[in-house]
């Protein structure tokens, strides 16, 4: 007669929490080791490598979703159009391609591309002997560009924004580490405050852990950590104040949720808990990324035409 096995008892909800803190932590301590660098090859190089790797395993993941949702996609071509964008961004913004990088030089670049991509998944459909779902596939494939590739590039822009000459910041890596931070601060805000006195769901039908007070928490704890960064380190930010930590702190904390939402919405349709298990006590990259994909836009437009003017 066989013995049954005994079954784990789930992780509490601490556990989860510090492990996703030290997951965080340990992998942004990666990159701003790079970002501050004093040479230059490794502090490129490093983000470079980085960027891309973070923005190729999230575009794989969203490409499983959605197959686990039967949905048709060509997930080489988008990992190809993936990387190419990223990199061809990157080579504009540092200026290798004999650019000035500005934004409207980076801008024309991608919109260029996007242009070309679509048109290149259409002759790949034209090819495919299989596939007869071609709307579908096309669809799909440039939603997952858009919506990983595309978004995560903004912090490209961010950290090498062309601040002007005389300009009192340190290019935009001050900017880049607070929006990380911020972004990152309401996720452990919605979490903890969410766990600890959470009663009220914010959208049970997408995300049933998720409530109003878990959403209070993100905009005090997120507007907190903007306010004490900008206290330390908002002299080596071009335009921030106290008013600016204030809007930018609310304005992130709800984008973060509201980015959150989304990935939960895709993880449900999928009919999965996780995008995938590479992040112990996160899940899979795009876990990671939900809040900072749609975050990244938003404080790179923040930036451009309301701090940097």
């Not at 259409?122 to 709307?135: P, T």
């Not at 908002?234 to 609310?250: D, E």
Request: proline fraction near 4%; glycine fraction near 12%.
């Amino acid at each position: 007669m066989s013995v049954p096995h005994s079954i784990a008892p789930p992780p509490s909800r601490a556990r989860i929490f510090w492990s996703r803190l030290l997951s965080t932590v340990a992998l942004w301590a990666l990159i701003l080791v790079a970002m501050f660098s004093g040479n230059r090859l490794i502090s490129e190089g490093v983000f470079l490598v980085l960027i891309v790797f973070l923005a190729l395993a999230g575009l794989v993941e969203f490409y499983g979703l959605a197959e686990k949702r039967g949905l048709a996609s060509f997930k080489v071509s988008g990992a190809i159009g993936g990387l190419l964008l990223l990199v061809g961004t990157f080579l504009n913004l540092t200026g290798h391609l004999g650019t000035t990088g500005s934004p409207a030089r980076v801008n024309d670049f991608e919109t260029g591309f996007l242009i070309l991509f679509v048109l290149g998944l259409c002759v790949r459909q034209f090819v495919s002997q299989s596939n007869a779902a071609g709307l579908v596939a096309i669809s799909t494939t440039l939603f997952g560009l858009m919506y990983v590739p595309w978004l995560l590039n903004f912090i490209q822009k961010i950290n090498f924004f062309p601040f002007a000459p005389g300009n009192a910041a340190e290019g935009g890596k001050f900017f880049l580490l607070y929006f990380i931070l911020v972004t990152k601060f309401s996720d452990m805000g919605a979490y903890a405050v969410g766990s600890l006195i959470g009663k009220h769901k914010l959208i049970p039908r997408i995300s049933p852990g998720k409530t109003w007070e878990g959403f209070g928490g993100a905009i005090l704890v997120s507007t907190g950590a903007s306010l004490a960064f900008v206290h330390f380190f908002g002299a080596k930010m071009a335009g921030m104040n106290y008013p600016h930590a204030v809007i930018l702190g609310v304005i992130l904390s709800i984008t973060a949720v509201i980015g959150d939402l989304i990935e939960s919405l895709f993880k449900r349709e999928a009919g999965v808990k996780d995008s995938g298990a590479m992040l112990p006590g996160i899940g899979g990259i795009l876990d990671l990324l939900d809040s900072l994909l749609f975050n990244a836009p938003i404080m790179y437009l923040y930036l451009r035409h309301v701090l940097a003017n």
